[in-house]
């Protein structure tokens, strides 16, 4: 039983839950593509207004209708792989925090990076990343100039950066949890999703008052407009390097954050005498 | 503190030892009155609980100890501390010669730990998936995973539960779920926290067995904590009691006896009309002609009640007992007080 981490054993890990999650499949299938469906459509009516206004207008802000639909595609593929690896709380940590299901955590012989990046469900939480990639095969076939290559690789690599952004804000926003948890059951959540319904706006030709602040202090504008711009090749070059910068400085933050609140965590909590109490 | 049995432990045969542990935590008190919220709101109020108070113990391997002591005693807080769940404010901690704090990975590879009111097992998968789980999240090898995995099916008797869903067993059963898949990985140390909590008569008792015989026959070191204290005694060969947040009680039960005095009950069935009385002891209740009377027989030698018993005139029957160790730990959670 060797305690050594290797990538043979990180994706044993994941293949047990991704054997979990197939397990869930086959076991409620009709109830489970029933969820996948939901999610699916849920996905789609959520990004439809701007994509019919984009339809209406023949583009919106610089960006013509299947830019837009790029654009949309590619949140959805974000939103969606973090939900994959991030369903149904590792993405939500102020959700673990508040119901006391770290007490778990600390008994399973894993670091607990590791404990939260091995949460892999496939299958029954895929409704949003299936719908990203659907929404992409019909949008890269439409743009006016076909993607190259190099386009495909900042594709993964910005997509990889606005994943980041977003579970480090996560976290961020998580480690006011330890301090409260009950009052800050659902923060993560509660920012997950305002980051998510606004990154579907496009900025182009917003004033830089309100494109500002989303591409800062609510960086909304790093999970899909800003990186669809750098993607298709609509900034100049500098601005490529702006968001892998702004992940690192955020995750750096939120994992100084993080440990900081779980140390008060440990050394102060306990259900019953912690102010804001823990749920057991 | 009442008793302190004191052994020379050397490092390698301690499982577990605090030394001078202290956990502080501070407890906000409120108001609802509309003076008092508003107070609440510029200078709250607050209250230090001492929920371990310099506790020291050492637990050596192989033994089977029982943790009790009134509610808020600190029982649960110890248990956390050993796990690594929470950290103390002051003193050291150290279980199977290493730092809760600084190896919670190594520690777990060797602990068991079971909360009474939490279950470990995944809630919409079937028992046998949960223990699949934990095969590939411990990396038990395939042949002791096996060979364990025989052993908690024949014991625990689960072999009917391992395609049910967890949200779908009664507690009982659960709680045997819950108990095998902590055994998977041959803990060499295995902390209970209410593992009774709840379970019926049958429940209980295969419990019980099962973890006498894991200590007896597998040298696990157990520590276990309860409210039943007939469970404890007849699991433990060594009882830690708290109270207060201090270790108030080591040693064997027999010794909580010898120290509440030893009370025997006697209980007298008398032919109607016939009163009895005891010199020597306290009439406790009485209820259509059966007396029950409470005598210390450490004062009063036991030879000396019974010439006075069959002195007695209306006698139709007698029982005599032990105190039960339910009785003599009530009698000191009150002395505690």
Redesign the interface.
């Known amino acids: 039983m060797a305690d050594k981490m290797t990538w043979k054993r990180f994706l044993k890990l994941l293949t047990v839950y991704a054997k979990m999650d197939l397990g869930s499949l086959l076991r409620d299938t009709k109830f489970m593509l029933i969820a996948i469906i939901s999610d699916i459509f849920a996905n789609i009516s959520a990004i439809s207004g701007i994509f019919l206004l984009a339809w209406k207008f023949n583009g919106i802000g610089g960006l013509d209708r299947y830019e837009i639909l790029f654009m949309l595609a590619y949140g959805s593929i974000v939103n969606g792989t973090i939900e994959v690896f991030g369903s149904p709380n590792a993405a939500f940590p102020s959700r673990i925090i508040g119901r006391g299901q770290w007490e778990h955590m600390f008994i399973i012989p894993l670091p607990y990076g590791i404990q939260l990046l091995t949460g892999f469900f496939p299958f029954t939480c895929s409704g949003r990343f299936l719908s990203g990639i659907v929404l992409m095969c019909f949008a890269v076939p439409n743009l006016t100039s076909a993607l190259s290559w190099q386009q495909f690789f900042l594709l993964a690599g910005n997509g990889i950066v606005s994943i980041i952004i977003i579970v480090a804000l996560s976290y961020l926003v998580s480690s006011l949890a330890f301090y409260a948890p009950v009052q800050c059951e659902e923060i993560s959540t509660t920012v997950r999703y305002s980051i998510e319904h606004t990154s579907t706006f496009p900025l182009s030709g917003m004033p830089d008052f309100m494109k500002l602040p989303l591409l800062t202090i609510f960086p909304a504008g790093l999970t899909a407009w800003l990186p669809a711009l750098i993607i298709l090749g609509k900034t100049p070059v500098f601005v490529t390097i702006y968001p892998v910068i702004f992940a690192a400085l955020l995750s750096l933050t939120a994992a100084h954050y993080f440990k900081k609140g779980f140390r008060y965590y440990v050394k102060k909590g306990i259900n019953r005498y912690h102010a804001g109490g823990h749920r057991c | 503190m009442l008793k302190k049995e004191s052994t020379v432990i050397t490092q390698a045969d301690t499982a577990v030892s605090m030394d001078n542990v202290t956990k502080i935590?501070?407890?906000?008190q409120r108001e609802n009155a509309g003076k008092g919220l508003l107070k609440n709101l510029f200078k709250p109020q607050k209250k230090i609980?001492s929920?371990l108070d310099n506790v020291s113990f050492n637990v050596k391997r192989g033994e089977f100890v029982a943790y009790a002591g009134p509610n808020g005693a600190g029982k649960s807080?110890t248990m956390?501390l050993l796990?690594?769940?929470?950290?103390p404010?002051e003193g050291n901690i150290s279980v199977l010669g290493m730092s809760p704090d600084k190896d919670?990975?190594?520690i777990?590879?060797k602990?068991g730990?079971l909360?009474g009111?939490?279950t470990?097992l995944?809630w919409?998968?079937p028992v046998s998936?949960s223990f699949?789980?934990k095969k590939?999240?411990?990396?038990?090898?395939n042949a002791v995973y096996r060979k364990n995995l025989e052993m908690v099916i024949e014991l625990l008797d689960i072999e009917n539960l391992l395609k049910t869903f967890a949200r779908e067993l009664s507690l009982g059963q659960r709680m045997r779920a819950d108990l095998a898949m902590m055994l998977l990985?041959s803990p060499e140390l295995i902390l209970l926290d209410e593992p009774t909590l709840g379970l019926d008569v049958v429940a209980k008792r295969q419990m019980i067995d099962f973890l006498k015989r894991i200590n007896h026959e597998n040298d696990v070191t157990i520590i276990v904590t309860s409210h039943d204290m007939d469970d404890l005694e007849e699991m433990a060969q060594r009882i830690l009691m708290i109270s207060g947040g201090r270790i108030a009680y080591d040693g064997i039960f027999d010794g909580l006896r010898e120290i509440t005095g030893s009370p025997a009950r006697f209980v007298l069935t008398m032919d109607g009309g016939f009163v009895p009385s005891l010199e020597s002891g306290r009439l406790i209740s009485y209820e259509n002609g059966v007396y029950e009377f409470e005598a210390d027989i450490t004062k009063f030698p036991i030879r000396k009640l019974l010439r006075q018993l069959s002195d007695m005139d209306g006698i139709k029957d007698v029982e005599i007992h032990k105190a039960s160790i339910e009785h003599v730990i009530a009698g000191l959670y009150a002395s505690w007080k």
Do not use: C
């Open positions: 935590f501070t407890q906000w609980i929920a807080t956390k796990a690594g769940m929470l950290q404010t919670r990975i190594k777990m590879r602990l730990v909360f009111n939490r470990e995944w919409d998968h998936q699949e789980w590939a999240v411990w990396n038990i090898p990985h």
